[in-house]
């Protein structure tokens, strides 16, 4: 090979390789949604979401994965000493997670980093 094409293949090469990480990032299996909830499930969901953010407290409706397999979280504003939202405090976009149905198991797996959790008590199904 020329010194003139060995700058052109390596770049192909590593456009390859990128697209290869970038694909295995995506979300693996079907997108589900809940048949039912219950406490547990409410209460498994809700610890998966905290695991996977790292936040401490939050409160999510699982009944709203029975409609959609998207959950959308976002912050709550920060506000002053006097209860008044402080503007521009918080500027995070708001976290998508998604239900996926792989391997026999439903899954929540957040869209941002590609992490995601079993749900043992989740009854889930393929969306239509």
């Known amino acids: 090979m ?15 390789l990128l697209a290869a990480c970038q694909s295995s ?4 299996g079907q997108v589900a949604r809940l048949r039912t909830t ?11 979401l905290k695991e996977l953010t790292g936040a401490s407290q ?3 409706d699982a009944r709203q994965l ?11 504003p920060s506000k002053d ?7 521009g ?4 976009l708001p976290e998508k997670f998604q239900l996926r149905w792989a391997n026999g198991q439903c899954m ?12 043992q008590q989740a009854d889930c199904q393929v969306a239509p």
Request: no cysteine.
């Open 25 to 28: 990032a995506l979300p693996q």
């Open 58 to 60: 939050l409160w999510i």
């Open 38 to 48: 219950n406490d547990a499930v409410q209460q498994e969901i809700t610890r998966a």
């Open 2 to 16: 020329s010194k003139a094409r060995e700058p052109l293949s390596v770049l192909l090469i590593a456009a390859v």
């Open 108 to 119: 929540l797996v957040q869209l941002s980093t590609g992490k995601s959790r079993v749900l």
């Open 89 to 92: 405090a918080d500027r995070a």
């Open 81 to 87: 000493p006097n209860g008044v939202v402080m503007q």
């Open 66 to 76: 029975t409609e959609s397999s998207i959950l959308t979280l976002e912050r709550v």
